[in-house]
């Protein structure tokens, strides 16, 4: 006697209800993201995507626009003015980020350490110069650096002393970054700040049991706790930092001999677009310098995210 083989079992057709409740669960998402999604294409990929567009082509006096493929990024590669520019910002970068962040960094501690008294009060007055919009910010300061009209002007004449010019050519940058530190250390403050309210406070009774003191406590606890907050708020500052505009172009009326059309890569863009009608050499620049600002930020995303061994 033999066995027929059974037939082989075939899986059950999909439910039509289970299909339709699917498709109805799709479309309530798109519903939620639908919004966002064309915002995010209309005010962020469509201006990129034109000035792209933009940088493949050259205005000429004689035959109007032509295309001219990949010759505005070759110009802009060897063009020293904007090079002359990004070494202002990197400049600018390597100093003044290190010590607004190290400052920033110190506040948060001294605050959420709770031996400050006052600290609602500091909390307060330390983030206050954030609130105030960077356009005014440089003209307080900028009036306040002037040697004629201004809080160095005066003390010269109440002390007969000759301090030197902030706005002039060798000072100027570390006056503009006296602004925007003076701008962004509460801002960063409450970055570190709310990162160091989240980690647990038995971390630091078991550190102090160990017999750890405070420092130890600070570099082997609340620092390696807080190294996400860290890295994020180098990242914006590296970014700020390449897209520095306000300051100068404020402070260039004030101090015309110290800040060129060309003193940051911003700045020129803004003189070639405006100033120059180069409007296709202005989006070729500030293309050239996104692309530079994103692989630095990234760069520094993927070496401060890194686990150590």
């Keep these: 006697m033999t066995l027929l083989p059974t037939a082989a079992k075939t899986a059950p057709p999909p439910r039509p209800r289970a299909n339709a409740r699917s498709r109805m669960n799709t479309l309530v998402g798109w519903g939620f993201a639908g919004p966002f999604v064309a915002v995010f294409a209309l005010v962020f990929l469509a201006p990129i995507g034109y000035s792209v567009y933009l940088t493949l082509f050259r205005d000429r006096l004689v035959g109007g626009r032509s295309f001219v493929g990949l010759d505005n990024y070759g110009q802009a590669l060897t063009d020293p003015r904007f090079?002359?520019?990004?070494?202002?910002?990197?400049?600018?970068?390597?100093?003044?980020?290190?010590?607004?962040?190290?400052?920033?960094?110190?506040?948060?501690?001294?605050?959420?350490?709770?031996?400050?008294?006052?600290?609602s009060f500091f909390r307060i007055a330390i983030f206050l110069p954030y609130a105030v919009p960077a356009v005014v910010a440089s003209l307080l300061w900028g009036f306040m650096y002037g040697t004629r009209f201004g809080l160095v002007g005066n003390i010269n004449d109440a002390f007969g002393v000759s301090l030197p010019n902030p706005l002039s050519p060798s000072l100027v940058l570390a006056?503009?970054?006296?602004?925007?530190?003076?701008?962004?250390?509460?801002?960063?403050?409450?970055i570190f700040y709310a990162a160091l309210r989240v980690v647990p406070r038995s971390l630091y009774e078991a550190a102090a049991i160990d017999?750890?003191?405070?420092?130890?406590?600070?570099?082997s606890v609340k620092l390696p706790a807080i190294r996400g907050a860290l890295v994020i708020a180098t990242?914006?500052?590296?970014?700020?930092?390449?897209?520095?505009?306000?300051?100068?172009?404020?402070?260039?009326?004030?101090a015309p001999n110290a800040i060129t059309n060309d003193?940051?890569?911003?700045?020129y863009t803004y003189s070639l677009s405006f100033?120059?009608?180069q409007h296709n050499y202005a989006a070729t620049v500030a293309i050239v310098m996104g692309v530079i600002t994103a692989i630095i930020a990234y760069a520094v995303q993927l070496r401060g995210m890194r686990k150590k061994g």
């Excluded at 006056?175 to 409450?190: A, D, K, Q, R």
């Excluded at 017999?211 to 570099?219: P, S």
């Design 83 to 119: 090079w002359d520019g990004f070494a202002n910002v990197a400049l600018f970068l390597a100093v003044q980020v290190p010590i607004m962040l190290g400052i920033s960094l110190l506040v948060a501690l001294a605050i959420d350490s709770g031996r400050l008294y006052g600290t």
């Design 175 to 190: 006056s503009i970054g006296n602004i925007v530190t003076w701008e962004f250390v509460g801002y960063n403050m409450l």
């Design 211 to 219: 017999g750890a003191g405070e420092w130890r406590i600070v570099l």
């Design 235 to 254: 990242i914006f500052s590296i970014i700020g930092s390449f897209q520095l505009f306000n300051e100068p172009s404020i402070l260039q009326k004030l």
């Design 263 to 267: 003193f940051t890569p911003n700045l």
């Design 275 to 277: 100033a120059g009608q």
